[in-house]
T-cell receptor, first 114, second 119 residues
Framework: RKEVEQDPGPFNVPEGATVAFNCTYS??????FFWYRQDCRKEPKLLMS???SGNEDGRFTAQLNRASQYISLLIRDSKLSDSATYLC???????????????FGSGTRLQVQP | ETGVTQTPRHLVMGMTNKKSLKCEQH?????MYWYKQSAKKPLELMFV???????ENNSVPSRFSPECPNSSHLFLHLHTLQPEDSALYLC??????????????????FGEGSRLTVL
């Protein structure tokens, strides 16, 4: 089983739609979770952190479900500019200093259409 | 403009060539990373340097050799690569905790990448 798994998509949605992605992780001791965004032929950039209590940033809501080992990203009122690949990122909990680097999912591609 | 710059942006090399990728960060971070991104695959962590010490080497073939002369610069030396090594190589930096290691807040700052093609 992959450490971090995402549906590659693409998710094709009309402008104004609400869309949600899930990401599952295999290591139950995982410590921290994030969503990154990567535009076509660009580098990934941090979109938002995912807190245990859930968090919201404008049209974006991120949630964590530790029992089922998944995180989610909800985008409301989709804009054309939201078209990108969304990468799920996990930091494992480990006392080994070398293993606290980020683990990326392969990404979910979103295409918002006019 | 990104605080992490990578050169060259594009590189084409033969299997017998020796080349290097360079990364420089201007953010005052103390950890630097090399990731490989191939089509339809997740970002693969290759190397982590924290406080200029290599803290992770993810079973990368020896034809890839990293070098971190100081906290602002990171190199990836390439030698006798294979066509399957063609990919986007991304450098990133972050600020670690005072205890060192590779722990961080989760925010990596990436360079724009070096797209490598091995013929």
């Amino acid at each position: 089983r992959k450490e971090v798994e995402q549906d590659p998509g693409p998710f094709n949605v009309p402008e104004g739609a609400t869309v949600a992605f899930n990401c599952t992780y295999s290591n139950s001791a995982s410590q921290s979770f994030f969503w990154y965004r990567q535009d076509c032929r660009k580098e990934p950039k941090l979109l938002m952190s995912v807190y245990s209590s859930g968090n919201e940033d404008g049209r974006f809501t991120a949630q964590l479900n530790r029992a089922s080992q998944y995180i989610s990203l909800l985008i409301r009122d989709s804009k054309l500019s939201d078209s990108a690949t969304y990468l799920c990122v996990v930091i494992p909990r480990s006392m080994d200093t070398g293993r606290r680097a980020l683990t990326f999912g392969s990404g979910t591609r979103l295409q918002v259409q006019p | 403009e990104t605080g992490v710059t990578q050169t060259p942006r594009h590189l084409v090399m033969g299997m017998t060539n020796k080349k290097s990728l360079k990364c420089e960060q201007h953010l005052g971070h103390n950890a630097m990373y090399w990731y490989k991104q191939s089509a339809k695959k997740p970002l693969e962590l290759m190397f982590v340097y924290s406080l200029e010490e290599r803290v992770e080497n993810n079973s990368v073939p020896s034809r890839f050799s990293p070098e971190c002369p100081n906290s602002s610069h990171l190199f990836l030396h390439l030698h006798t690569l294979q066509p399957e090594d063609s990919a986007l190589y991304l450098c990133a930096s972050s600020k670690t905790g005072t205890s060192g290691g590779a722990s961080n807040t989760g925010e990596l700052f990436f360079g724009e990448g070096s797209r490598l093609t091995v013929l």
